[in-house]
């Protein structure tokens, strides 16, 4: 059975950090492209950062040298390190395991909330 658990969310002043981790069980998880999404109260979910395998990453334009995403593969983790944490990166937190577009697994997501 396939498991992403995503935790690290939490309430952070504009300006503050946070990192997020998921840790993946049920799958092979080195050969997985690894990523973050979130969806924000009445928007669809958007793509936030994903690390391949090879461990090339790939941003959202509103994220980009802000965050970084790395992976642990002895671990079966993925982190999110989330830097100058603005009012408008609050959402929920999803992890997402992708290989091969056929096996696409979600997690059920972390709470991040920044006040201004």
């Known amino acids: 059975q396939v498991q992403l658990v995503e935790s690290g969310g939490g309430l952070v002043q504009a300006g503050g950090s946070l990192r997020l981790s998921c840790a993946a069980s049920?799958?092979?998880?080195?050969?997985?492209?690894m990523g973050w999404y979130r969806q924000a109260p009445g928007k669809q979910r958007e793509f936030v950062a994903n690390?391949?395998?090879?461990?090339?990453?790939n941003y959202a334009s509103s994220v980009k040298g802000r965050f970084t995403i790395l992976r642990d593969n002895a671990k079966n983790t993925v982190y999110l390190q989330m830097n100058s944490l603005k009012p408008e990166d609050t959402a929920v937190y999803y992890c997402?395991?992708?290989?091969?577009?056929?096996?696409?697994?979600w997690g059920h997501g972390t709470q991040v909330t920044v006040s201004s």
């Open positions: 997402n395991a992708l290989h091969e577009s056929s096996y696409n697994y």
């Open positions: 690390i391949a395998s090879s461990s090339s990453t």
């Open positions: 049920g799958i092979s998880f080195s050969i997985y492209v």
